[in-house]
């Protein structure tokens, strides 16, 4: 796998998001996450977009943090919030969520966030299990869904 710094308005991160907002509306019924993002969100050093490609150069996997502080909405001052990781169906089950994850930590540490949090759902538990298993725990909600039944908010002390 090699894992890229693209722009969250890249082609390929735009193919990408498409195909998570896609999954996200068969789970929930919905339009998919309305959360609003900005490809300046994910510029360094307040944040990153990485995408994974595979041996033939296909984009395969994506994930991105974005600076967060005291914002009224439950966030913290030092948050880097995790958004749009996402592995294709064709190339699950490979660890490659498992070495994004790593890899988008690694980073947000590197740029001095002192933790990294993430907003998920009921609908997502493959995503549940990665985050727990990975040192993730339950924290309080923040963000656009956290008035909503089915959301679930994790952090991890980076």
């Known amino acids: 796998m090699n894992i890229r710094r693209v722009r969250f308005d890249h ?3 735009v193919k990408l998001n498409d195909e998570v907002q896609a999954e996200y509306s068969l789970r929930y019924g919905d339009e998919g996450d309305a959360t609003v993002l900005a490809a300046e969100d994910f510029l360094p050093p307040r944040g990153v977009y990485l995408i994974a490609y595979d041996e033939h150069d296909r984009p395969v996997a994506t ?3 974005r600076s967060q502080d005291n914002n009224g909405e439950g966030n913290e001052d030092g948050d880097a919030e995790l958004k749009r990781m996402y592995v294709v169906a064709q190339a699950r089950g ?3 969520a498992r070495r ?3 890899a988008l930590e690694e980073d947000a540490r590197m740029a001095g ?3 990294m949090v993430l907003e998920t759902g009921t609908k997502q538990p ?9 040192g993730y725990e339950a924290c309080a909600k923040f963000g656009y869904y956290r008035e909503y ?3 679930r908010c994790y952090a ?3």
């Open 149 to 151: 039944e089915e959301s």
């Open 63 to 65: 994930g991105g943090w």
């Open 11 to 13: 082609p390929d991160a």
């Open 156 to 158: 991890k002390r980076l």
């Open 94 to 96: 490979l660890g490659l």
């Open 126 to 134: 493959e995503a549940i299990a990665l985050y727990t298993s990975s």
């Open 100 to 102: 994004m994850l790593a």
């Open 113 to 115: 966030r002192v933790r």
